[in-house]
């Protein structure tokens, strides 16, 4: 369902969880998705023993993704006109991610009417791990 | 990311949403998707990335016979040149899209790749670094742009703390 701009008010909020407890499986899922193998995602041994982190970490890209779930579960299927994000701080096993939305603005260009969007995901102490924006066409 | 030959793959895209833990199954279920605004199945928004699978050489797949810098017998298959790169590591540090028109199974992206801007700063917590940026184009098998796509990338100089 897409929104329309009678539900909607700058200010107005979209929150969902869109991660709980990340698995290293589901980083290995996305990495034989994407197609990006980079051992720093799924190869315990490398990452601790010669890139010297903690443990491995989730691509920058899977946070994008799942927080990419929230928008479109806000703004509908093929909805969005824009969407781009920084990647904050690394994303690890065990981590709950919670992406939320907020309408910045509802502005009309070239006979649509759009939905500007600030994105924000957290992990579970509140930490930022992406920030950025998303434009999405809604219904007049 | 370059890339001639991305074919748009409904198994492709169901993976890529399971991925991501997207259950829609605007996704997965042509039937479900033919009932939706779009009418067709379509990919998640961040899915041009996995044109990663199709490119060339990618310096991110291991290749059969070549040396692999993930571990097996010893915890890296490419040795670091000695007082080589110091522990740093490539980072993607931002990444944006503007979707101009849509994406179904049995189209055939083409992708062009532009060198964007680069500059460096100092960080707090991984040494210099150094950004730059590509801009890459995908146009579909009617060479209609269906979206484009920025990425910043950052090398730091020593392990994040």
């Known amino acids: ?140 | 990311m370059a890339t001639d030959h991305f074919p748009i793959e409904a198994g492709h895209i169901m993976l890529f949403a399971r991925s991501i833990g997207d259950t829609n199954p605007i996704y997965h279920d042509a039937g479900a998707a033919a009932e939706t605004e779009p009418g067709h199945v379509i990919p998640p928004p961040t899915f041009v990335q996995a044109s990663a699978q199709f490119t060339e050489g990618y310096n991110l797949r291991p290749e059969p016979g070549q040396p692999w810098f993930g571990s097996g017998k010893e915890p890296t298959g490419v040795q670091r040149a000695p007082g080589g790169e110091g522990g740093g590591t490539g980072f993607h540090a931002e990444q944006h899209y503007e979707y101009h028109a849509p994406i179904a199974p049995g189209d055939v992206l083409r992708a062009v790749d532009k060198q964007g801007k680069s500059w460096e700063r100092e960080g707090r917590r991984g040494g210099t670094l150094q950004f730059s940026e590509s801009i890459t184009e995908y146009y579909n098998q009617d060479d209609v742009l269906v979206v484009t796509a920025r990425s910043v990338g950052v090398q730091t100089s020593r392990v994040v703390e």
Do not use: C
């Open chain 1, 1 to 140: 369902m897409a929104l329309s701009k009678s539900e909607l008010s700058v200010g107005d909020t979209h929150e969902e969880v869109v991660v709980e407890d990340l698995t290293r499986t589901q980083i290995i899922q996305y990495a034989g998705a994407s197609g990006d193998y980079n051992p720093l995602h799924t190869d315990e041994i490398f990452t601790t023993q010669v890139a010297g982190y903690p443990t491995v970490f989730a691509h920058g890209m899977l946070s994008m993704g799942v927080t990419g779930k929230m928008l479109t579960n806000l703004v509908g299927d093929g909805r969005l006109t824009k969407y781009g994000v920084r990647f904050v701080n690394q994303v690890w096993p065990g981590d709950t991610l919670t992406a939320k939305a907020t309408v910045d603005a509802i502005r009309e260009e070239d006979g649509e009417t759009l939905v500007d969007l600030s994105v924000s995901t957290v992990n579970q102490d509140g930490a930022e791990v992406v920030k950025g924006s998303a434009t999405a066409r809604i219904d007049g």
